[in-house]
């Protein structure tokens, strides 16, 4: 198992959730990472990405009460989730994408955790 993510649950609507994705293997720091979610019948949807030099990106559905960060030194990445709403509601995933060599030859690296569960309730 190369990402385990976990953290999710039952929260009411105002609350906040912390999510922590903890990385092993051949996931490196220098990977973008990644949080993505998922409701049933709809498209995977990018929440949140980080780069390896702490820039950040969110979905415009989530910017201002949602924060990504990571801790290279402990190979977690996190997803700090405020103000939690309804549709907050599916399953968290956490990625991690780079690149790797092989004999100089680069290839997309790409590695998902299982999910973890959210729900928000009214």
């Known amino acids: 198992v190369q990402l385990q993510a976990f953290g999710g649950g039952l929260v009411q609507a105002g609350g906040s959730l912390r999510l922590s994705c903890a990385a092993s293997g051949s996931i490196f720091s220098s990977d973008t990472m990644e949080w993505y979610r998922q409701v049933p019948g709809k498209q995977r949807e990018l929440v949140a990405d980080?780069?390896?030099?702490?820039?950040?990106k969110y979905a415009d559905s989530v910017k201002g009460r949602f924060t990504i960060s990571r801790d290279n030194a402990k190979n977690t990445v996190y997803l700090q989730m405020n103000s939690l709403k309804p549709e907050d509601t599916g399953v968290y995933y956490c990625?991690?994408?780079?690149?790797?060599?092989?004999?100089?030859?680069?290839?997309?690296?790409?590695?998902w955790g299982q999910g973890t569960e959210v729900t928000v309730s009214s």
């Open positions: 980080i780069i390896s030099g702490g820039g950040t």
């Open positions: 990625a991690a994408n780079g690149i790797r060599w092989n004999d100089g030859t680069p290839s997309v690296f790409r590695s």
